[in-house]
């Protein structure tokens, strides 16, 4: 069993920055991953780092947002930079079960077995 705790979320004005953290329980060997959910629409993905800590990020947030762990620590964290009021948002954490490198599709929601509770980002125009 994996425990998540998201932290950081919070109010800014667009063009404004947040640091959102992930406390994980355990990351040994797992796929961690980022994904958001606004009222009325479907989770859709965000970001996510591989074991080899190769990232992905959905193109909405490439070249504003960075996915980063530290493994000695077991945080995982998204840097947010230039926001837009299209971020507003419930952020969620995700962890998937031990994995090589390589063997899980990153964005594939129903790879992800582990959810945190979730952390809001609200940003006004």
């Known amino acids: 069993q994996v425990q998540l705790v998201e932290s950081g979320g919070g109010s800014v004005q667009a063009g404004g920055s947040l640091r959102l953290s992930c406390t994980a329980s355990?990351?040994?060997?797992?796929?961690m991953g980022w994904f958001r959910q606004s009222p009325g629409k479907e989770r859709e993905r965000v970001a996510a780092?591989?074991?080899?800590?190769?990232?992905i990020y959905a193109d909405s947030v490439k070249g504003r947002f960075t996915i980063s762990k530290d493994n000695a620590k077991n945080i995982l964290y998204l840097q947010m930079n230039n926001l837009k009021p299209e971020d507003t948002a419930m952020y969620y954490c995700?962890?998937?079960?031990?994995?090589?490198?390589?063997?899980?599709?990153?964005?594939?929601?129903?790879?992800?077995?582990?959810w945190g509770q979730g952390t809001q980002v609200t940003v006004s125009s």
């Open positions: 780092i591989d074991t080899d800590s190769t990232t």
């Open positions: 355990t990351m040994y060997r797992r796929c």
């Open positions: 995700a962890a998937t079960l031990q994995r090589p490198a390589g063997s899980v599709a990153l964005f594939h929601q129903g790879q992800y077995n582990y």
